[in-house]
């Protein structure tokens, strides 16, 4: 069975940093392109970041770029996001997924 | 302008099936992308319904119900999700999403209401 589980989530003050992760298990994990897809409460689904299987390259929506930064670690299975100056925009549930397949997700609140 | 235009929601009746469009902006052509389908109940991540580009290239998600299905109207520069034999637990949001310049693009979602 295909799992994705994210962590990391938490409260934070605008301008302030926050790692999530994602560990996947059930699938190939390493030649497996993921995503971060973000969902404001009651909104609907926003891209935000891809990278590829070897992480060679990754992709940003301009609403992060420069900000975040998505990275893995192939030989422990996950996926990570670091978010720097964190806006109160930023504020809602982040996944992580591959086409066929999405994490719970984890809430990320920025309160100014 | 926005890649891809859902309605915002949409109502039917036990039973009935419901057909969800996914309309691409001018200049993108339906015909040259794979739609993707997803389905999110409320407190719940999204959920993979299918895919589907044409006849012979589509994809079923495990343990969807044939009763949904994917089709195009290339007229329309539409992508279409059929959910035939409406039942109650079908209430929920439906995305679709293509990748466009090397990107997931998401449509805004409709909301499905079954009554």
């Known amino acids: 069975e295909v799992q994705l589980l994210e962590s990391g989530g938490g409260l934070v003050q605008t301008g302030g940093s926050l790692r999530l992760s994602c560990v996947g298990s059930g699938f190939s994990f390493s030649i497996s392109s993921l995503s971060w897809v973000r969902q404001t409460p009651g909104k609907g689904l926003e891209w935000i970041s891809m990278?590829?299987?070897?992480?060679?390259?990754?992709k940003y929506a301009d609403s992060v770029k420069g900000r975040f930064t998505t990275s893995r670690d192939n030989s422990k299975n996950t996926l990570y996001l670091q978010m720097n100056s964190l806006r109160t925009e930023d504020t809602a549930i982040y996944y992580c997924a591959e086409e066929e397949h999405w994490g719970q997700g984890t809430l990320v609140t920025v309160s100014s | 302008q926005t890649v891809l235009t859902q309605p915002s929601s949409l109502s039917a009746s036990p039973g009935a099936s419901a057909s969800l469009t996914c309309t691409l902006r001018s200049g993108i052509n339906v015909g040259t992308y794979n739609i993707y389908w997803y389905q999110q109940k409320s407190g719940s991540p999204p959920q993979y319904l299918l895919t589907y580009n044409s006849d012979s290239d589509k994809h079923q998600g495990s343990g969807v119900p044939s009763r949904f299905s994917g089709s195009k109207d290339a007229s329309a520069n539409a992508g279409i999700l059929l959910i035939s034999g409406l039942q109650s637990e079908d209430e929920a949001d439906y995305y679709c999403?293509?990748?466009?310049?090397?990107?997931?693009?998401f449509g805004g979602g409709t909301k499905l209401t079954v009554l």
């Open positions: 990278i590829s299987g070897g992480g060679e390259w990754t």
């Open positions: 999403m293509i990748w466009h310049s090397d990107t997931w693009v």
